[in-house]
C-alpha cells in the first residue's frame, strides 16, 4: 500500500517481524501484538541521502505501515514500536480500507538509549483511502518535514507556524479542556437543581471560549 507521494529512492518496504519488539514488552503486550496487529512494514526512510534534504535535529524519519486484524487504536502497540527505535516515526495504521495516521515527538531516554520518551502524540480521525488529505512535503530540513506533517494532524492549517515544542504546549492545553468539556457536560445530564445545572452551562460556556481561544493560536 503507497498513501505518500514520495521518491523511489526513499522505498524501503521491508516487512518487520512482530517478534522484533520482544524485548521491549511484558507477556500482556505481546499478546497485544499477537491479537491486534496483522503485518508491519517499514515503507520509507527519509534521511539526507533519500532524500537530498539535510537534517537538523532529526536525522531520519521513518515511515511505517500497520496492518490491523480489528479496528482499533493501537495506541499502546505504537508507544512500543516507537520507544524501541531512536529516529521519529510517521505510523499509517490500516484495516481494510479504513485508515488513521499518528506521530510522536520524542527524546533519548537519559538512563537508557535503547529506549526513547515519548513527549506528544498527534493523530487523526479514521479516514477512508481516498478521502487521505494528508501528505509529507519534503521541504527546507527533516525537522521541518517531521513538525509539519505533525502540523498536519491537528487539524489546522496554520499550526506549522507554532515552533514545535509550542505546537505539543497548546495541544497539551486543548486536550486538557476538551476532557474538562466532557466532564462537565455528563454532570449537566445529570443534574436535576435547575440553579445549578444554569451554573454549569456557564462554565461549559466559559472552557468552550477557552478552547477556542488556544486553537486560534493555531491559525
Not at 529506549?115 to 498527534?122: C, G, H, L, P, S
Not at 443534574?191 to 452551562?201: P, R, S
Request: hydrophobic share 35%; aromatic share 10%; charged share 30%.
Amino acid at each position: 500500500m503507497e498513501f505518500f507521494s514520495l521518491p523511489s529512492t526513499t522505498i524501503v518496504n521491508r516487512v518487520i517481524p512482530k517478534n522484533t519488539f520482544d524485548k521491549y514488552t511484558n507477556t500482556k503486550q505481546k499478546k497485544l501484538f499477537a491479537d491486534w496487529v496483522g503485518r508491519i512494514t517499514w515503507l520509507h526512510k527519509l534521511s539526507a541521502s533519500t532524500t537530498n534534504i539535510e537534517p537538523k535535529d532529526i536525522n531520519e524519519i521513518q515511515v511505517f505501515l500497520v496492518e490491523l486484524k480489528i479496528k482499533k487504536d493501537i495506541a499502546p502497540v505504537l508507544d512500543i514500536i516507537d520507544r524501541s527505535i531512536p529516529y521519529p516515526i510517521i505510523f499509517t495504521i490500516a484495516y481494510n480500507d479504513e485508515l488513521y495516521f499518528s506521530a510522536s515527538s520524542k527524546h533519548p531516554n537519559p538512563s537508557n538509549e535503547n529506549n526513547a520518551v515519548i513527549d506528544w502524540t498527534f493523530k487523526s480521525e479514521w479516514l477512508t483511502t481516498e478521502e487521505n488529505p494528508y501528505q509529507i512535503r519534503l521541504r527546507k530540513n527533516l525537522d521541518w518535514v517531521f513538525h509539519d506533517f505533525c502540523a498536519q494532524l491537528t487539524g489546522n492549517e496554520q499550526a506549522a507556524s507554532l515552533s514545535h515544542e509550542e505546537l505539543i504546549r497548546q495541544r497539551e492545553t486543548a486536550t486538557k479542556l476538551e476532557k474538562e468539556i466532557a466532564k462537565l457536560k455528563s454532570r449537566i445530564a445529570n443534574t436535576q437543581q435547575y440553579n445549578k445545572k444554569v451554573e454549569l452551562n456557564i462554565k461549559l460556556k466559559e472552557i468552550e471560549n477557552e478552547l477556542k481561544t488556544a486553537a486560534g493560536k493555531e491559525k
